[in-house]
Protein backbone atom coordinates (compact mmCIF):
# COMPACT_ATOMS: atom_id res chain seq x y z
CA UNK A 1 0.00 0.00 0.00
CA UNK A 2 1.56 3.38 -1.03
CA UNK A 3 0.31 6.26 1.21
CA UNK A 4 0.70 10.02 -0.92
CA UNK A 5 0.78 12.81 1.01
CA UNK A 6 0.26 16.51 -0.14
CA UNK A 7 2.93 17.75 1.38
CA UNK A 8 2.00 21.64 0.62
CA UNK A 9 -1.21 20.76 2.34
CA UNK A 10 0.67 20.07 5.42
CA UNK A 11 2.44 22.65 5.24
CA UNK A 12 -0.28 24.98 5.07
CA UNK A 13 -1.81 23.21 8.02
CA UNK A 14 0.99 23.24 9.82
CA UNK A 15 1.67 27.57 9.48
CA UNK A 16 -2.13 27.66 10.18
CA UNK A 17 -1.73 25.90 13.21
CA UNK A 18 1.30 28.05 15.03
CA UNK A 19 -0.78 30.97 13.81
CA UNK A 20 -4.11 29.70 15.55
CA UNK A 21 -1.53 28.61 18.55
CA UNK A 22 -0.18 32.08 19.21
CA UNK A 23 -3.56 33.76 18.74
CA UNK A 24 -5.16 31.50 21.42
CA UNK A 25 -2.36 31.68 23.46
CA UNK A 26 -1.80 35.85 22.91
CA UNK A 27 -5.78 35.70 24.02
CA UNK A 28 -5.14 33.58 26.98
CA UNK A 29 -2.24 36.09 27.81
CA UNK A 30 -4.46 38.81 27.80
CA UNK A 31 -7.38 37.44 29.05
CA UNK A 32 -5.60 36.40 31.60
CA UNK A 33 -3.88 39.85 32.51
CA UNK A 34 -6.90 41.44 32.56
CA UNK A 35 -8.62 39.38 34.71
CA UNK A 36 -5.73 39.89 37.17
CA UNK A 37 -6.55 43.51 37.65
CA UNK A 38 -10.08 42.36 37.68
CA UNK A 39 -12.27 42.85 40.97
CA UNK A 40 -14.42 40.18 39.19
CA UNK A 41 -12.15 37.62 36.88
CA UNK A 42 -14.90 35.62 36.03
CA UNK A 43 -16.69 37.75 33.97
CA UNK A 44 -13.18 38.37 31.72
CA UNK A 45 -12.17 34.61 32.00
CA UNK A 46 -15.55 32.86 31.39
CA UNK A 47 -16.47 34.57 27.89
CA UNK A 48 -12.13 34.89 26.92
CA UNK A 49 -12.37 31.19 27.08
CA UNK A 50 -15.49 30.56 24.64
CA UNK A 51 -14.40 33.23 22.35
CA UNK A 52 -11.15 31.72 22.09
CA UNK A 53 -12.43 27.81 22.18
CA UNK A 54 -14.43 29.16 19.73
CA UNK A 55 -12.30 30.44 17.19
CA UNK A 56 -10.00 27.77 17.74
CA UNK A 57 -12.79 25.37 16.63
CA UNK A 58 -14.32 27.13 13.89
CA UNK A 59 -10.69 27.25 12.21
CA UNK A 60 -10.18 23.57 12.61
CA UNK A 61 -13.08 22.88 11.33
CA UNK A 62 -12.54 25.06 8.04
CA UNK A 63 -8.91 23.07 8.23
CA UNK A 64 -10.45 19.31 8.05
CA UNK A 65 -12.50 20.91 5.50
CA UNK A 66 -9.10 20.92 2.95
CA UNK A 67 -8.16 17.38 3.66
CA UNK A 68 -6.50 14.89 5.98
CA UNK A 69 -3.25 16.47 5.96
CA UNK A 70 -4.10 20.12 6.42
CA UNK A 71 -5.97 18.88 9.66
CA UNK A 72 -2.90 16.93 10.52
CA UNK A 73 -0.88 19.61 10.28
CA UNK A 74 -2.37 22.43 11.54
CA UNK A 75 -2.64 20.00 15.00
CA UNK A 76 1.21 19.25 14.90
CA UNK A 77 1.85 23.51 14.40
CA UNK A 78 -0.55 23.76 17.45
CA UNK A 79 1.09 21.40 19.37
CA UNK A 80 4.65 22.47 18.61
CA UNK A 81 3.49 26.07 19.22
CA UNK A 82 2.53 25.70 22.27
CA UNK A 83 5.82 23.56 23.51
CA UNK A 84 8.29 25.95 22.20
CA UNK A 85 6.25 28.39 24.51
CA UNK A 86 6.31 26.57 27.35
CA UNK A 87 10.15 25.93 27.20
CA UNK A 88 10.93 29.34 26.17
CA UNK A 89 8.49 30.49 29.09
CA UNK A 90 9.93 28.37 31.86
CA UNK A 91 10.54 30.35 34.84
CA UNK A 92 14.46 29.87 35.66
CA UNK A 93 16.24 29.24 39.11
CA UNK A 94 17.26 33.21 38.92
CA UNK A 95 14.19 34.65 37.80
CA UNK A 96 11.17 33.96 35.93
CA UNK A 97 10.09 35.00 32.17
CA UNK A 98 12.54 35.09 28.62
CA UNK A 99 15.81 34.81 29.46
Same mark, same amino acid.
Given at each position: ?? +? ?8 ? @?? #????? !? =????? &? @?? !? ?12 ? +?????? &?? +???? #???? !?? &? ?6 ? &?? #?? @? *????? *?? *?? +? ?10 ? =?? =???
Amino acid at each position: MI +VSIDWPLLAF @GL #LSGAV !A =GALFF &A @GL !AWGMRAALRSPRPV +VILLPS &AA +VRIG #LLLA !AG &AWIAGLGT &AA #LL @G *FMAGF *FL *FR +VVMIVAWRPTPG =GA =GWS
